[in-house]
């Protein structure tokens, strides 16, 4: 990345190899901004993302959510590693136990199925507070 174009003596100069190629450099105007808009780069090193809503909350309500999925992604590929959220846990937990339970002969056999059923509560919250079907489950 260069900060200036300006040597030691004050000059502009710049190397060769500190420019890039792409196939189209346009200015393009989106909604009340003129963008310059790079398009084909040779090195696929960069992207970028327009945001666009109804008002200035609402672009930044999107920029902290991508912010957020840019994050989460940063640290997935660093770490290989993930851990499931959304209730998965709960769900699993459940599935265990409604098995455990039909392995039992006594009336623990009820209790465990019972308190496997309410694990399921957790992510059918999860589901329909993101505006998916809960019933699907």
Do not use: W
């Not at 994050?71 to 590693?81: F, T």
């Not at 006594?106 to 509560?121: D, G, N, P, T, W």
Request: charged share 25%.
């Amino acid at each position: 990345m260069l900060s200036s174009l300006a040597n030691l003596e004050g000059e502009e100069t710049f190397e060769a190899t500190s420019l890039g190629q792409c196939d189209e450099v346009v200015v393009e105007r989106i909604s009340d901004d003129e963008l310059i808009l790079i398009k084909g780069p040779k090195a696929r090193t960069s992207a970028s993302i327009i945001l666009r809503g109804a008002n200035d909350f609402m672009v930044d309500e999107m920029e902290r959510s991508v912010h957020d999925a840019l994050c989460v992604m940063k640290r997935v590929l660093e770490s290989k590693r993930i851990v499931p959220g959304g209730g998965a846990v709960e769900a699993a937990l459940s599935i265990y136990l409604e098995n455990f339970a039909s392995s039992l002969a006594s009336r623990e056999q009820l209790a465990i199925a019972e308190f496997a059923r309410s694990l399921l509560v957790i992510p059918k919250t999860l589901a329909v507070n993101a505006a998916r079907d809960s019933t699907d489950l």
